[in-house]
């Protein structure tokens, strides 16, 4: 059966933070949108980012993968192209990619292994999953530690600089769910300069907590959602499996001074195909600090879209986006009035002198 994804501990200190008081709200400009064509429709938001100053996002062809490198204004810069296969090099079903050090790390879970390519493409090394790591779903790197959680049989997990896993939380789903079972999981994040890493959750409640490198939990950080929530849930079907439901921080971004989290990044019905409901995308900033919620940020040209949002990637200046919206507002946030149909986009918004107050 071929599987399809759509996306889409000691205790230290038992702490909540969160917004305890009115937090301000500041609205972005657009700089700029355009059409990320032919972008992976395999974990999207997952498999694009900023790299030195350059937007990526990966495009997926019946035979290849291709890294597009875009500036600030569109403009296509450069592209790496990446064979589909299971030899040395190649990627067979990519779910996850991330630049770190230099290095292209592409999650393959065709093949069950993480491929790392130099940043020109060419082939540099891989780590194999072992037989209780299950299908990565975010992922990321420090000190030569590789830090992941699954979707199935591992939690929380690091693959050492020498290739020996250790497991720090186990799931009880072992295997493929089954139809209608709540989702737990979210985006994991390490804070390099602090030596910490962030987990935002796509499950309810909306929460984003911080552990130790070691997973110990330190605190949690959360925030009043108070809309009705349809929690994230598996949808199984012959062939197909994907996460249905609202899913809340389903993105996170960290610079040195703070956090940025999807507050809503989408709510998908369990009708097979037009599954995409209506949304108001809005971003939180918290200060790294203090855990205090500083802003509920809205966005010009996203009032409101029938489909899904993340943040993929922060600079000084700008707060880049990703949608995907199948309704009519596509051609008009693209301001293409000639455009037909829906799609992908990557939003670039200004911040502005005053961001995030």
């Not at 008009?332 to 918004?349: F, H, P, R, S, V």
């Amino acid at each position: 059966m071929k599987l399809k994804y759509m996306v889409f501990t000691l205790i230290i200190v038992t702490s909540f933070f969160g917004c305890s008081k009115e937090v301000k709200k500041s609205r972005l400009s657009l700089k700029k949108a355009f059409i990320a064509e032919n972008m992976t429709n395999n974990n999207a938001i997952y498999t694009a980012g900023i790299y030195k100053d350059f937007i990526y996002y990966l495009q997926e062809y019946q035979d290849k993968y291709i890294i597009r490198f875009m500036d600030y204004d569109g403009n296509e810069k450069k592209k790496i192209i990446i064979r589909k296969g299971k030899g040395p090099g190649e990627v067979l079903n990519c779910l996850g990619l991330e630049f770190i050090n230099d290095k292209i790390y592409l999650a393959d879970n065709g093949v069950q292994r993480i491929t790392i390519l130099n940043s020109d493409g060419s082939y540099f090394d891989e780590i194999t999953y072992d037989s209780q790591t299950g299908f990565i779903f975010t992922f990321d790197m420090y000190n030569k530690n590789f830090y992941y959680h699954s979707m199935n049989s591992v939690y929380f997990g690091r693959i050492n600089k020498k290739g020996k896993s250790k497991v720090y939380k186990k799931r009880e789903l072992k295997g493929q769910p089954e139809d209608k079972e709540r989702f737990m999981g979210g985006v994991l994040k390490v804070d390099k300069n602090e030596e910490k890493i962030y987990f935002s959750h796509i499950d309810p409640p909306y929460r984003i907590i911080e552990y130790d490198l070691n997973f110990n939990r330190i605190e949690e950080i959360r925030y009043d959602y108070k809309e009705k929530i349809e929690p994230a849930n598996w949808l199984v079907r012959e062939g197909h499996m994907s996460i249905r439901g609202d899913i809340l921080a389903s993105s996170l971004k960290l610079d040195d001074k703070y956090l940025y989290s999807s507050l809503n990044g989408g709510r998908i019905n369990r009708e097979i195909g037009d599954s995409l409901v209506v949304i108001v995308p809005r971003m939180l900033v918290f200060d790294k600090e203090n855990h205090e919620c500083l802003a509920k940020v809205n966005f010009e040209k996203l009032d409101e879209i029938r489909g899904l949002f993340s943040i993929i990637g922060t600079t000084e200046e700008y707060v880049v986006l990703h949608i995907l919206e199948n309704s009519k507002r596509f051609k008009k946030i693209l301001g293409n009035e000639n455009y037909e149909g829906g799609g992908q986009a990557i939003l670039i918004y200004k911040k502005g002198e005053k961001f995030p107050l």
